[in-house]
């Protein structure tokens, strides 16, 4: 899939990260699925929720639009500067058999 032109584009793409990412609470490894659910100054994400646990981590920086490869669309961006979807939405819509509803 190309990368989008437009930065608000990314906001419903299924993406690959290029590169770990470590937060306070967890270290998230390369080639992790996330969706982006807002992009303003670099990417928002948030993780595939566990199989196990249902938790799904989110990005606590902004990461690059370079350290992402796009994989598929989950949702339709939004209009632009209207308000994204919830994390709750986003994760329910992209991968909706390991949702809790």
């Not at 994400?45 to 490869?69: W, Y």
Request: hydrophobic residues 40%; aromatic residues 6%; contains cysteine.
């Amino acid at each position: 899939m190309d990368k989008p032109r437009r930065k608000w584009d990314w906001i419903g793409l299924v993406v690959r990260t290029k590169v770990s990412m470590m937060n306070g609470e967890v270290w998230i490894p390369d080639g992790t699925e996330m969706v982006v659910i807002y992009q303003q100054g670099g990417a928002d994400l948030v993780a595939k929720p566990c199989a196990h646990c249902g938790i799904a981590k989110r990005s606590i920086r902004k990461v690059p639009l370079d350290e992402l490869e796009p994989i598929r669309r989950a949702f339709p961006a939004p209009p632009f500067r209207s308000v994204p979807p919830s994390i709750s939405e986003a994760i329910r819509v992209t991968w909706p058999e390991v949702s809790n509803g």
